[in-house]
């Protein structure tokens, strides 16, 4: 006579009896791979919302950004770029904007009291009235240099400047060198170009008048169309110092966002890495969990034997609770990684990014390594002899 074939839910009804018999233990094991799982969809939820985020800002500020900086001749000197530099950029054909900074010897202070000596960390430059535009800049409190208040002994400080200095809002005054000036604005962070956060902007007509600046710009920007970036790049420096283009430094600011992404990525996959070791490790509690319950339940297989139960029924009973074991902790994990990515990533203010196939191969993860967890319990189970199961003590 022919065994009975069991039914897909009498298999998945039998291997969840031995799980809700021993629900401490099963919850045990499955927070391993849920640690895992969770591990590996948050890494990769966090690194897929940072780089959208990453990618939003670069469309918003623009990767068709240049910039010409004065470098250094070969004996370290200081080689300035021409003075009429901007006009000659604007020459180029597929440049739709350029503008210019330049260095100013100034010392600052936030009063007279401040010794002279004292650093405050922060630099002053001169300004075009149209460095904001360029940088896709804005003020955060008070106004930008204008045609008017250029010529004027005042300042607009970066986001970190004013920090520095403890200038909150427009109308105090700070000293450079040994000078007044009124502050007027004070700029949000500039992403594309940091190291302005930490300087005092004046106008170019204002530093020649009062600070003695010789008119030579110290950083050229430019943006051209998008598709023209690279041939922009490849005449720039011998536009700006035609036949000295050696001392003149080009440099793509988005450049540094997009290095940043790499880095991500690097640190992703070491992420991931430590995310599949806890995964194993869970994996390995799982087989343990399902040794232990195959010793425990010897009389239970021994009699299931006798009444009739084939060894490929034993093999799938306790497979199937591998199975199940598994994929209770997959599903935790992905619930708990996408539930970590989410609330991250809105303190961080990206948009949350889970990828589907993230959740996807957890969950298949889960299943191999129920499987391979279960395997060599299941095959051990079958093995047993209906007799030396029903007489184990």
Do not use: C
């Not at 960390?121 to 149209?130: I, K, L, N, W």
């Not at 170009?193 to 902007?201: E, S």
């Not at 030579?216 to 283009?245: C, K, N, Q, Y």
């Amino acid at each position: 006579m022919k065994p009975a074939r069991l039914s897909l839910t009498d298999i998945l009804r039998v291997g969840a009896v031995g799980l809700r018999a021993r629900r401490a233990r099963v919850l045990l094991s499955a927070l391993g791979i849920a640690i895992g799982i969770a591990t590996m969809v948050a890494v990769v939820g966090l690194s897929q919302s940072s780089k959208a985020d990453l990618m939003s800002r670069l469309d918003r500020l623009g990767t068709n950004l240049l910039t010409a900086e004065e470098g250094k001749d070969i004996q370290g000197n200081a080689v300035p770029l021409p003075k009429n530099a901007v006009a000659m950029v604007e020459r180029i054909g597929p440049v739709q904007h350029a503008t210019a900074t330049a260095n100013v010897d100034a010392r600052v202070r936030r009063s007279d009291v401040v010794p002279e000596e004292q650093s405050s960390g922060v630099t002053v430059q001169a300004a075009r009235t149209d460095l904001l535009k360029a940088l896709n800049a804005r003020t955060s409190k008070g106004t930008w240099l204008n045609a008017t208040n250029e010529k004027l002994p005042v300042t607009v400080l970066g986001s970190i400047a004013a920090e520095r200095l403890g200038i909150t809002s427009p109308g105090e005054k700070i000293m450079l060198n040994d000078q007044y000036v009124a502050v007027i604005g004070i700029l949000d962070p500039i992403e594309l170009f940091p190291t302005l956060d930490r300087v005092a902007m004046i106008g170019f007509p204002a530093a020649e008048r009062h600070f003695a600046f010789d008119g030579h710009p110290s950083t050229i920007f430019e943006r051209s169309t998008d598709d023209s970036v690279e041939d922009v790049r490849d005449v720039l420096a011998r536009t700006v110092s035609p036949g000295d283009e050696g001392s003149v430094r080009v440099s793509r600011p988005s450049d540094a966002l997009a290095a940043k992404a790499a880095t991500d990525k690097g640190l992703t996959t070491l992420m991931l890495g430590l995310g599949a070791v806890a995964l194993l490790v869970g994996g390995v509690g799982v087989a343990n969990t399902m040794v232990i319950s195959v010793l425990e339940r010897r009389t239970e297989i021994g009699l299931r034997r006798a009444l009739g139960a084939t060894k490929n029924a034993i093999r799938l009973q306790f497979l199937t609770e591998s199975l199940l074991l598994s994929s209770l902790g997959g599903a935790t994990g992905a619930l708990l990684g996408a539930a970590a990515t989410y609330a991250f990533a809105l303190t961080q203010h990206w948009t949350p990014v889970v990828p589907p196939w993230s959740l996807t191969a957890g969950f298949a993860a889960t299943l191999l390594i129920g499987v391979a967890a279960g395997l060599y319990p299941a095959i051990r189970a079958s093995r047993l002899h209906p007799t030396v199961a029903l007489n184990a003590t």
